[in-house]
């Protein structure tokens, strides 16, 4: 049974640009949520996906978007990209379903400049 | 005010000392999660409980529905406990998290 991973590790970018981030989920689990957790703060919920589909948003604007695969894996999208964007984003597989435990990722650290 | 908030945000203590950290919701939750948030980023689920306690190692979690209200306590504490302790409550779709809780405990 593999962990959640997340790539890429680190990542610098600059102010306008665009990220995809990537996660890889929990074998068996078919949900895949995202979070941004800001210097300091606790983790905020961006979007979940199930079966391919979002199902469920947080506050955050259309220029975050997603994609979840057959395989479960996820990738998170940011177009045009602003300095408050600058976090680590955290992704968490689970099973649909079940209130079961989350599995977090170890996460990706995404610096704007 | 957040929806779940953590006391105290910041707790020093020295090796052995007994730790709690409390938690307070407001919102309607199926389970309250234990997390533990190293440096490195990584997060890692200590207890996910809907009722009464639970307890791994030197770990204890406890939580009261009617209050809602959730704590978690380390007996014999260490140096290598120290991080940052979430809480989290489970909704139907996502997790809304505290804002931590920074322990550290010196030796």
Redesign the interface.
């Given at each position: 049974e593999t962990g959640v991973t997340q790539s890429p590790t680190h990542l610098i970018k600059t102010r306008g640009q665009q990220v995809t981030l990537r996660c890889s989920s929990q074998s068996g689990h078919n949900t895949v949520s995202w979070y941004q957790q800001a210097l300091g703060q606790g983790p905020q919920f961006i979007f979940q996906y199930y079966r391919e589909e979002e199902n469920g948003r947080g506050n955050f604007p259309p220029r975050f978007s997603g994609l979840q695969f057959p395989n479960y894996s996820s990738e998170l999208n940011v177009n045009a990209l602003e300095l408050d964007d600058s976090a680590l984003y955290l992704c968490a597989s689970s099973f649909k379903g079940q209130v079961g435990e989350q599995y977090f990722g170890p996460g990706t650290r995404l610096t704007v400049t | 005010k957040n929806e779940?908030e953590q006391s105290p945000q910041n707790l020093t203590a020295q090796e052995g000392e007994f730790i709690t950290i409390n938690c307070s919701y407001s919102v309607g939750i199926?389970?309250l999660?234990w997390?533990q948030q190293h440096p490195?980023?990584?997060?890692?689920?200590l207890f996910?409980l809907?009722s009464g306690k639970k307890k791994h190692g030197r770990l204890i979690a406890t939580i009261n529905i009617q209050e809602k209200h959730s704590s978690l306590h380390i007996t014999a504490s260490h140096p290598r406990d120290s991080a940052v302790y979430?809480c989290?409550a489970?909704g139907?779709?996502?997790?809304?998290?505290?804002?931590?809780t920074r322990l550290t405990i010196n030796p």
């Open positions: - | 779940v199926s389970a999660h997390l490195g980023g990584g997060i890692v689920s996910m809907s979430i989290a489970q139907a779709q996502k997790l809304v998290f505290g804002q931590g």
